[in-house]
């Protein structure tokens, strides 16, 4: 379908395909050596080129029309499946395509928390209850074994992505104080997604610093417990977003008291260690904060700490893209484990910057 | 000196005129029916025309050319000054001013703390130690009286401003636990000066978020002081500023265990009844939350907050537009209440957006 | 109505005050020392306070909601009505309103053209084109004479407005070659209005610089006109806006060959000697260019020229804020002239830079 | 030295290493399938990690520091060498590269033009008189064959190669009255290099559209000589560039007058035909109109055109990422061509967007 398409290639759909992350995921697979896309899935879009609505595709999918998928019958044959959709679309959408044998790592939060948290974070009943329980949470550097056997991986959520990988080891090497977290999120505008609205008019984004769903964010949940499984214990997380007028790029900045006396140095430290091998985590030295626009159109994760020892708290921060990363790049991450490849096949590691 | 000069215009001197704070104080005082600019004072730009470094104000400087000013022989019979020059120059300039009879308003940093602490926030030894403890701190929601009789007012910081007028009810309430609390700043690169570097160059500012000064930037003492004046018992504060691509504004997110089990419209009530006859604060209605464009150009703060009963937290949100509420606007409030007038006189309270 | 209001103030409606332009002209009117505001009228937005959609205006319309208005009946005794409507709209709305009594400006473009232009440029009919001719177009700089008796103003588009300032004087000098003007102009995001389309989303505007309506847009028989009307002689202007990424601000580069050999200098000249004694327009010294953002908020004009000896040609340069002295500024502008009051009353001169 | 480091690449040296364009060059060479960069040249930032600099390249040149290059022995056995120097340093330092026997594209302006035009256009004498003579002019769409042979290759710049491919063939096809070419350019603030300067604040830029060196800017010679080579026949250019609040990106919007009535269908036809088979030039079809936020990061330019038939006018548009198409990127195609690779070995087609 692609002009890369080879025959030896693993045929891949991309369902939400029309989106921000869909149309993402169709950049990163088109330069990638073992999958082809088959199938571009879209709502309204079904029908209109590709390239109509993501003109810098043409090149590679100049010829290809978003196409309306209703089932495992309109993947044209593929076995895999990126999902950008709506969460509670997701939701009913996923599980006719695990149960029909397509390996599917879902980019929504259809599948990452307990099915009945979905009502007080997502606003709505999970459909399929049984369907969260059998998902792999896909977060490569924590859990790439889990994910290299999974039909499901539930492709974690940009903020959550960048917390973990700046706090977790921090919380696993028993650093932190778990009772009390507080993580101040800063986001670009595609992560509200391409419809369009008041809140992403550039004459409301530019010079404007907005914070929303303050304390109820649907993120808040997953941080909790991917932060929970790293360090053993439960972890209470005040979670606030805030929009900045950028495009792509997620800096989470995670606050927790120290459980102990302990230097930046030690802090580092803990970071390095813990991703030491990890390919697409860099570990700043003390000293250096990470800056999204430097893994912009990368799947590159910054992470860096400081300790306060004036006040006893350590500042750990990530900075990921949020499309990359933080999205279609992680979910290609996780298809390459899912089909025991090399978990950086086919992905950018070098930024496009400035 | 300015076409609205009147006689009974007080002579005003803006020292340091020809950086960001000093060039918005020309702005309002150009429409200030009660004060004159009489001499605009700059180091390297001093000879220049006010309207080669800021073609904006041509209408109302055009003939005005920025003087150096030595000492107060140079400042053209001025009963006051705006000084807006760099910490330590400002540490020296001031005292021989205010010893010469002029009130003086001074923007930097120099009078805000303790003279001992002047080595470990901004790097050196107070030249004049003995005069921080005769300054009156300008925030003239808390402090009006004594700015009213003052003849030297140090005007807030940006940061400290928005964080008073967010945090300090809540504090002098007893909603919160004052024993950690947490601030996480977002400023446009203006604050960084007007000096030109790679920080705040174009190229490396759009598409970036950049935390600085983790844990040491000079406003944390600053915050801690105002805050325990409000609360009457010592704060230890966290604060993260970062930089984000805008050019006015500062957002400052301000996190607290709660005292005692409170809710939203608690806070927000607390901060309607501290704030009430305040001309420049606007506390939002819960379920709203600041932003800076909306106070962009105007000496309004805008102030939020939302309880979060999950985990025990107040986030308290504070905006101002940095160059105006968070410098120049201020410290002409400051300077109408030292000269008897009302404090809004010559301030806009409406912002330019979008 | 508002805070300002006094009873000696003229009662003013703005239609359509839930756009940018209308929001803009309750911003200006509400530090107006002659004209209240009495009616904000929206449409879907009627019934909404005004600071639901426009926050930064809660400080002077805290308590007054978007009203419909019908015709005259609605506008709570206003004599004058700032009409910020759709074209067609204000096309059917206009007429009424002045055979009642009501004394107009019109922001859109219903009035400007001759009645037979408007399929072709506008797209419709125009449904009362006996009134296209009663208006008096309103450039105050050019047409002040007769906006001061004038029932109906159509007050020129911001694009025009920038080039009417810019390059008339070249050709009413007889400097310009009229036989091919080529203009080349960029706004800003607002000018596309305040609707949420793909077009304006953020994440499709920061990086991109896009021209559209190449050679259709419906300013170009309107700058013609004005041209014409400087000139004494046809014009044929080929105009290409282009929407870069920025909120307010129009830059206009007009291109004319020189009828016979002159200087920058002269072209400085011109502008120079036509535009003394317009509180409005700033003619830049030779070697300088205007720059819309140094007039952002203001009811500036700026403008300047270089003459190309190499190649025979002139480049003129307009910039204005389009939601003021290209919209809602250049409106009161025109109240003033008709209430005969000084044209500048209660427009900012100073713009808010940086 | 970089990690795709393979025996068999061609060893390459990048001079000016440290500026925007020569990053560019490091951040494409690291990906590419033939080429290892063995020295990274710098002036100042000589002895600094490649990672200080641009941390975004830590993870391809986290172990490579940037050398002082004096001549041919600093080049660590590099057969070829992009130099991206300022003009008049390149001017003296390729000469001898050459001579050395390594195969030089040169970035800057030093080698496209007559030496006799460098006093005018550049403002300095041309110290190497008889080289620009032994350049060929690297833009492969027009002159692919000359380069493969190439000791020296003039890089364009980034304006002429957005003019030429926009507007050659239109010209070489007689569609064009080329005695009257205008050419309005906007640019982001990449192209006007990492120096930080006022003019590059991000204070000054966010709002701000500005014309510069209007008539005077060295480009023009440059673009009037492809442009003469396509046609045949002297082209008089008025070319007036204007920078833009973005990064990366170039827009130009020319204008010409019609040689005989023509249509829409008639330019895109022409564009296309002489395009096919480029790989690296998208011809828009009618109706659409170059972004260059859809290029972004990619080496590909988008041409398109309308015809005005109203004023017997064409504008045609080309749009390019001035760091890659317009500087790095053409470099390395012309290293491709001068290594009998395929044109687009190693260069990314898809753009970064959004």
């Known amino acids: 379908m692609h002009p890369m398409h080879e025959d030896a290639a693993v045929p891949v759909a991309v369902l939400g395909a029309s989106g921000f992350s869909g149309a993402e995921a169709l950049r990163l697979l088109a330069g990638h050596p073992a999958f082809s896309v088959v199938a571009a899935g879209a709502g309204d879009a079904a029908g209109r080129p590709v390239a109509d609505l993501y003109p810098h595709l043409a090149p590679a999918y100049g010829d290809v029309v978003f196409s309306k998928v209703g089932g495992p019958e309109d993947l044209a044959g593929a076995g895999a499946a990126l999902v950008a959709l709506p969460h509670e679309e997701s939701a009913r959408a996923v599980p006719p395509l695990v149960e029909s044998g397509v390996r599917v790592v879902d980019l929504s939060g259809a599948f990452r928390l307990a099915a009945e ?6 606003g709505f009943e999970h459909p399929s209850p049984g369907w969260p329980g059998k998902a792999v949470y896909g977060l490569p550097e924590m859990f790439a074994d889990e994910i290299a056997g999974a039909e499901l991986v539930a492709n974690p959520g940009c903020y959550p992505t960048a917390v973990a990988l700046a706090l977790a080891p921090l919380l696993s090497e028993g650093l932190l104080d778990p009772a009390h977290v507080t993580i101040d999120a800063k986001s670009g505008v595609s992560g ?14 530019e010079g404007s610093v907005r914070p929303y769903r303050v304390g109820t964010h649907q993120h808040t949940p ?7 499984r790293a360090g053993g214990t439960p972890v209470a997380v005040t979670f606030v977003p805030h929009l900045v007028p950028a495009v792509r790029g997620v800096l989470v900045t995670c606050y927790a008291r120290l459980a102990h006396p302990a230097t930046t140095e030690d802090l580092v430290g803990a970071l390095t260690e813990s991703h030491s091998g990890a390919p697409f985590v860099r570990v700043l030295p003390a000293g250096s904060m990470p800056d999204p626009k430097r893994v912009a159109g990368s799947n590159v994760c910054e992470v860096g700490a400081v300790a306060d020892p004036r006040t006893g708290t350590a500042v750990a921060v990530g900075a990921v893209d949020n499309l990359v990363k ?4 992680q979910a290609i991450q996780n298809l390459n484990l899912m089909h025991g490849l090399d978990q950086a096949a086919g992905l950018p590691v070098l930024g496009v910057y400035p």
Do not use: C, N
């Open 222 to 228: 997953e941080i909790e417990q991917v932060l929970e």
């Open 192 to 205: 509200a997604g391409r419809k369009p609205s008041d809140f992403v008019h550039h004459a409301m984004t």
């Open 117 to 122: 948290a979905y009502p007080a974070w997502y």
């Open 326 to 329: 933080g999205a279609a790049g």
